[in-house]
């Protein structure tokens, strides 16, 4: 998973990038979206990597299938927040849901 991580925040920077170099009249408010969208993604990718990475540790009350359960969510939503970038020559076929 922290190969597919760290693909999605590499093409979030270039998104914030290009979001940021585009301010034509009138394109702010796209330009506002496009940045609110990349800020949305991070969230999500902060938020499978805190579940990835949860164990009977942080909750006694978890079983061991609710965790396997939480991590498999958390894989499959990276994948989908990843589907956008799949004609990015860095993309593994692999992360295809």
């Known amino acids: 998973m922290s190969d597919l991580v760290e693909f999605l925040r590499a093409r979030l920077l270039e998104d914030e990038r290009s979001a940021s170099d585009e301010c034509p009249d009138g394109g702010r408010d796209q330009a506002a979206r496009e940045l609110a969208e990349v800020e949305s993604k991070r969230q999500q990718i ?43 020559p860095d993309h593994n076929p692999a992360w295809r849901p």
Not at 62 to 86: F, G, N, Q
């Open 46 to 88: 902060d938020l499978c990597e805190y579940l990835s990475g949860w164990t009977d540790e942080h909750d006694t009350e978890v079983t061991a299938h609710e965790i396997k359960s939480m991590r498999k969510a958390a894989d499959l939503m990276l994948r989908r927040v990843a589907l956008p970038y799949a004609d990015h």
